[in-house]
């Protein structure tokens, strides 16, 4: 059967998949590293990784009417990671393993608009913005628990996605964006430690099938990298420059209005 194409001459399974609300679960993977840059010289360059994969949750809405696109997502995880650093102040150099417990909440929308390149293919360029939180509690439930540390910044960005029907109720997407931390802050006993600015950058790929009616079935795969730069001394301590990266892996379900 032949398609029968939007107003705005848009592929019909690429507007039913870019319409719909979906929730989300699966695993992400935590990649966290702070660097010694010259800090202290008794220790190596990295001072402390967290590594590991907790459970991710994520509520997700998006809608392409017309040629105008929004997405808008708050995403969750929690569990535990590994930690491999120190303990806390230096000297003496003590190495430590233990676990952490972490808390992620994001918050994330998207602005932009699509156009067709051709009959299976749709283009959308889009503006970024989101928060990101991050609860990180190393060896909770050690004698060397010093506090929670509650990491938050804000991401702006621009990107594009690519969404292609190769066949009926078959979709497959592709997205990268670029853009820039800012806000950034790092607080623990209620002291403040606000982090430098520095580039973000994200990347995404997804298959969407509709199953049956306006149900779809969604599977994705994520990837996020940002770094934050050294607090101030503040009160005798400082946050080091570090780095994380990400890598989500998401089933979702998806229902079309």
Do not use: C
């Not at 992620?104 to 293919?121: C, E, Q, R």
């Not at 960005?157 to 078959?170: A, D, Q």
Request: no cysteine; charged share 15%.
């Amino acid at each position: 059967m032949p398609r029968r194409f939007t107003r705005a001459g848009l592929n019909p399974d690429i507007v039913m998949a870019a319409n719909q609300l979906a929730i989300s679960i699966g695993q992400l993977h935590q990649d966290y590293r702070e660097y010694n840059d010259g800090l202290e010289p008794l220790l190596p360059p990295i001072l402390d990784a967290e590594t590991g994969s907790i459970s991710a949750y994520r509520l997700s809405y998006t809608a392409l009417i017309g040629h105008f696109y929004v997405q808008g997502a708050r995403s969750f995880a929690n569990g535990k990671t590994a930690y491999d650093g120190f303990l806390q102040p230096v000297p003496p150099v003590t190495p430590a393993k233990t676990v952490t417990d972490n808390t992620i909440d994001d918050f994330d929308v998207k602005l932009g608009a699509g156009f067709a390149l051709g009959s299976m293919t749709v283009i959308v360029p889009y503006a970024d913005l989101g928060v990101h939180t991050w609860i990180r509690e190393v060896g909770k439930a050690t004698p060397n628990y010093g506090g929670a540390e509650k990491y938050s910044n804000l991401i702006a960005g621009v990107g594009v996605k690519v969404l292609f029907s190769p066949v009926s109720r078959l979709v497959f997407e592709a997205g990268a964006t670029t853009g820039t931390t800012a806000g950034s802050n790092m607080n623990t006993n209620g002291t403040d430690y606000p982090l430098g600015k520095k580039p973000y950058l994200a990347a995404d790929i997804g298959v969407d099938y509709r199953f049956v009616g306006a149900w779809h079935l969604k599977a994705t795969a994520d990837y996020q990298k940002w770094e934050y730069g050294a607090s101030d001394w503040i009160a005798g301590a400082m946050e080091p420059h570090s780095q994380t990266k990400q890598f989500e892996y998401l089933l979702s379900l998806g229902y079309t209005f």
